[in-house]
């Protein structure tokens, strides 16, 4: 399986400023994915990015709070925007196992605490 | 709207017991049913399947997958305490993965 990191580990921001997470993934793929975990909840997609194209936001999630950017095959950031303490969570990239595979494996995860 | 749901919520059982998970889900274009164990931050993937009455087994844990009646069970045996964490329950449809609420379990020695 890919080895997956994200930098930082856990951050706490002050309300209104915003945060980028970066995500490396140790081979190429197609497609990742950020997720996120609020308190208490389970995971919920904010957005798959594909290199080369704008990411696919879903419903509930715009551009404009969570930009994301996908350079290459190996790098994805996500950037969390005029951030709230209601954005206090765990936010997760995720890569499928390889082509056509179903399976994800996800990064270590960023704990984002908003005050 | 694809939903899963994940019963019960929450379990606290002795170690040594054995224990069943239960996932439900209502997803169009159904590609996947994913299990995975989430202890601190990152869920670690335990299996996927794909294909109905198949029972795939990692050690102590096992799961099946029912496509008829769109559910299927994890099982773990003679738990442990290192079992305790929230267990995810995760259809794939159409290009993503749609999470249930997750089972916490609680292994107590």
């Known amino acids: 399986s890919a080895v997956i990191s994200q930098k930082p580990s856990r951050d706490i921001c002050q309300r209104g400023t915003s945060l980028t997470i970066q995500c490396q993934v140790d081979?190429?793929?197609?497609?990742m994915f950020w997720y996120r975990q609020q308190p208490g909840q389970s995971l919920t997609l904010i957005a798959t990015a594909n290199q080369g194209s704008e990411a696919t936001y879903e419903s509930g999630f715009v551009i404009d709070k969570f930009p994301i950017s996908r350079p290459n095959l190996t790098f994805s950031t996500l950037t969390v925007s005029n951030m709230s303490p209601e954005d206090s969570s765990i936010y997760l990239c995720?890569?499928?196992?390889?082509?056509?595979?179903?399976?994800?494996?996800f990064g270590p995860g960023t704990r984002l605490t908003v005050t | 709207e694809d939903k899963v749901v994940q019963s019960p919520l929450s379990l606290v059982v002795h170690e040594g017991d054995t224990v069943t998970l239960n996932c439900s889900y209502e997803?169009?274009?159904?590609?996947?049913l994913l299990w995975y164990k989430q202890e601190k931050k990152a869920p670690t993937f335990l299996f996927m399947l794909t294909s109905s009455g198949i029972e795939k087994k990692s050690g102590r844990l096992s799961s099946i997958l029912d496509k008829k009646e769109l559910f299927s069970i994890l099982n773990i045996t003679a738990t442990q305490t290192g079992d305790s964490a929230v267990y995810l329950c995760?259809?794939?449809?159409?290009?993503?993965?749609?999470f249930g609420q997750g089972t916490r379990l609680t292994i107590n020695p």
């Open positions: 995720s890569v499928e196992a390889g082509a056509n595979s179903y399976e994800q494996y």
């Open positions: 997803v169009t274009n159904f590609r996947s």
């Open positions: 995760a259809v794939g449809g159409a290009q993503k993965l749609v």
């Open positions: 081979s190429q793929v197609t497609m």
